[in-house]
C-alpha cells in the first residue's frame, strides 16, 4: 500500500500545474503570476468582467428567445462562487477532473434560473468552461513567449 501511495504522489508531481486543480481562469495561480505590482489582481478582475460578457452572448447567442435574465446576475455570481467553492474542495482529489462538477452546478444554475432546458443549459455551460479553458491557454502562451 505505501508503494501504490509513493507512486501516485510521483505521477502527481509530473502533471502540468493547470491539471493540478480546476482550470477556472479566475484562479490566477494557474497562470503562474509571481507579481508584487497587482498584476494578477488585475488579471483576475478582467477575467470576471471577461467571464460575465461571453456567458451573456452565449447565453444570448445560443437560447435567446428561451432564457430569461432576470435573475442572469444572481446565477453569474452563484457561478463564480460556487466555481470557487467547488474547485477548492474537490481539486485535491479529482484534479483537473474537478471542472465536470463545476460545469454540472453551471448547467443547473442556468437551467434553474434562467428558465433553459437542461440540454440547452448543458450546451451553454460546456463551451463557457472551455472558453476558459482556451483562455488560460492562451494567456499561458503569450506569458512564455514575452517572459
Same mark, same amino acid.
Given at each position: 500500500?505505501?508503494?501504490?501511495? =509513493? ?16 482550470p477556472?481562469?479566475?484562479?490566477? *495561480?494557474?497562470?503562474?503570476?509571481? =507579481?508584487?505590482?497587482? +498584476? ?17 452572448g452565449?447565453?444570448?447567442a ?24 467547488? =474547485?477548492?474542495?474537490? *481539486? ?5 477532473f ?6 454540472? +452546478? ?8 434562467? =428558465?433553459? *432546458? ?24 503569450i ?5
Open positions: 500500500m505505501l508503494l501504490v501511495g =509513493s507512486r501516485a504522489e510521483a505521477a502527481a508531481d509530473t502533471w502540468p500545474a493547470w491539471l493540478q486543480q480546476a477556472l481562469n479566475t484562479d490566477t *495561480s494557474l497562470v503562474g503570476f509571481q =507579481s508584487w505590482m497587482g +498584476l494578477a489582481r488585475a488579471c483576475r478582475y478582467l477575467a470576471y468582467l471577461l467571464n460575465l460578457a461571453v456567458l451573456a452565449l447565453l444570448y445560443l437560447a435567446r428567445h428561451e432564457a430569461d435574465y432576470s435573475c442572469f446576475i444572481y446565477v453569474y455570481f452563484g457561478i463564480l462562487v460556487g466555481g470557487m467553492v467547488l =474547485s477548492w474542495a474537490l *481539486s485535491p482529489f479529482l484534479r483537473a474537478a471542472v465536470l462538477p463545476i460545469v454540472a +452546478l453551471t448547467a443547473f444554475l442556468l437551467a434553474r434560473f434562467c =428558465s433553459l *432546458s437542461a440540454r440547452r443549459a448543458a450546451l451553454v455551460a460546456v463551451i463557457f468552461h472551455a472558453y476558459q479553458v482556451a483562455y488560460i491557454l492562451a494567456y499561458t502562451a506569458a512564455t513567449r514575452y517572459s
